[in-house]
Nanobody
Framework: VQLQASGGGLVQAGGSLRLSCAVS????????MGWYRQAPGKKRELVAT????????NYADSVKGRFTISRDNTKNTVYLQMNSLKPEDTAIYYC??????????????WGQGTQVTVSS
């Protein structure tokens, strides 16, 4: 199983970025998906999560109203639209997926991380 994240980069404060993370491999389906981030010297923190059907979405208070998580189950891909970016959003962003295998076993997988840098 591989999680390939993309879309990070350098942007000025107030700008936007869209992150993508595609899950690939011999899997049955993907349940919850999410984005987390880790800034230098800080612990990894939750940014947003979304259930398979999209009926339950959670955001960190610090990103509510600015970030939007979504997913395309036909592509096993999760997105994070980030608007009104602030310098404090600078971090490595990691995607996470609760993967279900054909054996119906489950496992938690992480992507490799993508750097987001917001300049003031």
């Amino acid at each position: 199983v591989q999680l390939q994240a993309s879309g990070g980069g350098l942007v000025q404060a107030g700008g936007s970025l869209r992150l993508s993370c595609a899950v690939s491999g011999n899997i049955f389906t993907v349940n919850d998906m999410g984005w987390y981030r880790q800034a230098p010297g800080k612990k990894r923190e939750l940014v947003a999560t979304i259930t398979r059907g999209g009926g339950s979405i959670n955001y960190a208070d610090s990103v509510k109203g600015r970030f939007t998580i979504s997913r395309d189950n036909t592509k096993n891909t999760v997105y994070l639209q980030m608007n009104s970016l602030k310098p404090e959003d600078t971090a490595i962003y990691y995607c996470n997926a609760d993967v279900v295998f054909w054996s119906l076993g489950r496992d938690d997988h992480w992507g490799q991380g993508t750097q987001v840098t917001v300049s003031s």
